[in-house]
């Protein structure tokens, strides 16, 4: 998903893909979760607008889409 579709859908979350306070508290991109800037992951699945560099998220739903990430490579 691209991060205008997450703001569209979560006009109070906070999400980004990049910050210089790593005790900034934002949104994880995927979940909502709060949590600060310097424990998030950048995501495999949600991104910028334009595709090119991924936002942040929480470290469970970084697993997440790992987990996602390897199966899809399993089948292939």
């Not at 979560?10 to 991109?29: K, S």
């Not at 991104?47 to 942040?56: A, H, V």
Request: proline share 1%.
């Amino acid at each position: 998903m691209l991060q205008s579709e997450i703001e569209k859908l979560h006009p109070d979350w906070h999400v980004i893909f990049y910050g210089e306070n790593v005790d900034e508290v934002i949104n994880c991109a995927s979940c909502g979760k709060e949590v600060k800037y310097g424990e998030t992951y950048t995501s495999l699945e949600q991104f910028i607008d334009d595709g090119s560099f991924g936002l942040s998220v929480c470290a469970d739903c970084y697993a997440k889409e790992y987990a996602r990430m390897k199966a899809k490579e399993a089948k292939e």
